[in-house]
């Protein structure tokens, strides 16, 4: 079946500029996360979305980065007055939930602010 | 909070032999899930393996096998016949629960030499 995928896959931005980044998860997949990776350093959390639970920002790292999903099924990071610092590749993951807690990567998309 | 600690940036193998890569974690949770991750150039993360903390019996797939021990906090990766293929970024993380945030290490690039 199909995995998680993320649109687009490169993303050039001028600085100040705002960006919004897609991803669309496996099918029946509850669960939702978005991870910032630097270069050359580990995943970040970013969010989480559960089901219509009220989803877990704390990872979000200024007011500029915000997400939405619209029910179960696609998300959408925002990014906004982008700063050079905001240049990484951001990962999506899902994952069934419950007792199945595996999260599976999309391929990710690689953001670069000059 | 959880932290990952992966201390070895860099190691590298010749094809068919064997390499073990380390990683410590620190937690005060009992109940709790171990990965390890692999990244090639491509981006996609791609699972390993998984240990869940409450099974004594190491996990093992294929040549992929890890060396758990829950009280020194140590879950570290050892590949058998090593291929030109394992040549990636690898990450260890930990899942306090399932639907909870992964938390990543900061990575190993592994090198495979002909």
């Known amino acids: 079946g199909a995995g998680v995928s993320q649109s687009p896959s490169n993303k050039v931005t001028e600085k100040g500029k705002d960006v919004e980044l897609r991803c669309d998860p496996i099918?029946?997949?509850?669960?939702l996360y978005w991870y910032r990776q630097r270069l050359g350093q580990g995943l970040e959390f970013l969010i989480y979305?559960?089901?219509?639970?009220?989803?877990?920002k704390s990872g979000l790292p200024s007011d500029r980065f915000s997400a939405e999903r619209t029910g179960e099924s696609v998300s959408t990071l925002t990014i906004q007055r982008t700063q050079q610092e905001d240049s990484a590749v951001y990962l999506c993951?899902?994952?069934?939930?419950?007792?199945?807690?595996?999260?599976?990567f999309g391929p990710g998309t690689r953001l670069t602010v000059t | 909070a959880q932290t990952v600690t992966q201390s070895q940036p860099e190691m590298s193998v010749q094809e068919a032999e064997t390499v073990t890569l380390s990683c410590t974690y620190d937690?005060?949770?009992?109940?709790?899930?171990l990965f390890w991750y692999k990244q090639p150039p491509s981006r996609q993360m791609i699972l390993v393996i998984r240990?869940?903390?409450?099974?004594?019996q190491n996990a093992t797939e294929n040549r992929f096998s890890v060396n758990f021990q829950k009280a020194a906090k140590s879950f570290s990766l050892k590949i058998s016949d090593s291929q030109l293929g394992d040549t990636a970024m690898y990450f260890c993380?930990?899942?306090?629960?399932?639907?909870?945030?992964?938390?990543f290490g900061e990575g190993t690039q592994l090198t495979v030499n002909p």
């Open positions: 993951a899902s994952s069934l939930g419950g007792i199945d807690y595996e999260q599976y």
């Open positions: 099918s029946g997949h509850t669960a």
């Open positions: 979305f559960q089901g219509n639970s009220a989803p877990d």
């Open positions: 937690t005060s949770e009992s109940n709790y899930y």
């Open positions: 240990q869940e903390a409450y099974k004594q």
């Open positions: 993380a930990f899942l306090k629960t399932s639907g909870s945030r992964l938390t």
